[in-house]
């Protein structure tokens, strides 16, 4: 039976590559950057783009916002004014706890690529199966939230070590826990030695102005650089 | 290609619940309680256990600890010298982003079932998948962090729905946060109407008597009591 699921799996991540890359034509083509903006629940992801979706000079962001059910976080984001796509796992997709290349596919015909430089894919709030799954982006951003403590890196090593940035959120907060920093950045590089990270507060506003110019920079980035950085992951 | 996965998910529920009753016969025999434990990663699951598990008056805990790798909080609680068993998604089972009831089956050989009167099983954190496969549980119980925001019900609502117990827990963070806590009280009666709540903090140790209370009230209720919550679980 456990033989049977496994090569199921696989054929799934297999039909999901290809879907991926299909995706990921259509971006290019559209000339629109992508990233795959994953975190566990209430990490800070919404608040994240917040921040910065309405104020990147002379790029134009575009959301598509994951979720199981609701609109919650669409609301929040198209009152900046910028293009949302809701896309929801539970609306024939059987509620699944991640986005895939399918589901983004199937919404795209509802994202405006060609208005758009850069599109942001929140995704569902998991640590786990969104990192399986590729749905054309061209680079990843993970959120991770210092009310978690330090051993995420350590319990969940695929998401840390598939993405090319790490924000560590919520830094207002660390008067009042009782959270090792130094051993969540050695945990870090436990798992993704040297992988970029970013202390910041999407609260406050602490380190904002460092994530917005990495999105410039990425955005701006020419495939070139973009390839060189996807040859380096698994 | 969408039916086909529907039902190969029905399928794999269908003979999920099937290995989930054969472990509560064996749990039932045993005269075992099984408390099903989840929350998002970093909600504080193995804090709350660790405040608990060694000072149940005339009760022996055990633990079943799922994580996707690893054994971090098997050891932080193995330290309290209760019975721990790792349980791993990623060793054979793919690096599952929950637990279900065959996994939870092939470690029974390792949980001493005759020297335990409750067994608390941790599951992976995530509140998505593990909301969808019973293990064989009496009962669930989630934990729900004041650090996530006050619209996760909303966002997740199996989880709220599928628990006779939430612990809301960090309470000792609130006068830090912008979180109302009424809305997030609102939110969970829209999912789960009168569902029991408790406001915890595993660190000053704010509310773990009425925790402790309550895990001492379920292990010594009987059969009909607990059947009697089950049966108006969807």
Not at 6 to 32: G, H, K, M, P, Y
């Amino acid at each position: 039976m456990h033989r049977t699921k496994v090569t199921i799996v696989e054929e799934a991540l297999d039909a999901n590559n290809t879907i991926a890359r299909a995706n990921r034509s259509d971006f290019d083509r559209a000339s629109v950057k992508v990233i795959n903006f994953m975190s566990a629940p209430g990490a800070g992801k919404t608040a994240l783009l917040e921040r910065v979706v309405a104020d990147l000079p002379g790029i134009r962001v575009g959301v598509l916002e994951g979720d199981v059910e609701g609109s919650l976080d669409a609301d929040r984001l198209a009152a900046l004014h910028v293009p949302v796509t809701q896309l929801n796992t539970s609306a024939g997709f059987g509620g699944e706890c991640h986005l895939d290349a399918n589901m983004v596919r199937s919404a795209l015909p509802n994202v405006p690529l060609g208005e758009i430089d850069l599109l942001m894919i929140e995704n569902v709030g998991n640590l786990v199966c969104p990192a399986e799954f590729r749905v054309g982006e061209n680079t990843r951003v993970m959120v991770c939230s210092v009310t978690e403590g330090e051993d995420k890196p350590l319990k969940y090593p695929l998401m840390f070590r598939t993405c090319e940035l790490v924000l560590i959120n919520k830094i207002d907060l660390l008067p009042h826990l009782e959270f090792d920093l130094d051993r969540l950045l050695d945990n870090l590089d436990q798992v993704h030695p040297d992988v970029a990270r970013m202390l910041v507060s999407a609260r406050t506003g602490d380190g904002i102005d460092a994530w917005r110019e990495w999105l410039i920079e990425v955005t701006r980035r020419d495939r070139e650089e973009a390839l060189a950085w996807t040859s380096t992951q698994p």
